[in-house]
């Protein structure tokens, strides 16, 4: 089993920044890709950025990239997002998200972002 935590979403002003964090605990030997997604209200959960574990290899949805960066600790298999420059239309909740063996996926809590003046 995997389990997923995370943290460090909050207020924040248009133009600020922040940065999430996601701690995965139990078989995290199994993990082999990790991510973040986030959900608006009123719209479908989406893609924010990905990371491969064992090469390090990232992805981006276009409308983040450039100001939000992944990154990971293969060792602890942990995973973060620095976001930069945020836009009131990234307010939602963001999902930390763990792809592991076998062929099973497992998902945070959520964390609140809300970006407002």
């Known amino acids: 089993q995997v389990q997923l935590v995370e943290s460090g979403g909050g207020l924040v002003q248009p133009g600020g920044s922040l940065r999430l964090s996601c701690a995965a605990s139990?078989?995290?030997?199994?993990?082999?890709?990790m991510g973040w997604y986030r959900q608006a209200p009123g719209k479908q959960r989406e893609l924010v950025a990905s990371?491969?574990?064992?090469?390090?290899?990232?992805r981006y949805a276009d409308s983040m990239k450039g100001r939000f960066t992944i990154s990971g600790d293969n060792a602890k298999k942990s995973v973060y997002l620095q976001m930069n420059s945020l836009k009131p239309e990234d307010t939602a909740v963001y999902y930390c998200?763990?792809?592991?063996?076998?062929?099973?996926?497992?998902w945070g809590q959520g964390t609140l972002v809300t970006v407002s003046s």
């Open positions: 990371i491969t574990t064992s090469s390090g290899s990232t």
């Open positions: 998200n763990a792809n592991h063996w076998p062929a099973r996926q497992t």
């Open positions: 139990g078989s995290i030997s199994s993990i082999y890709g």
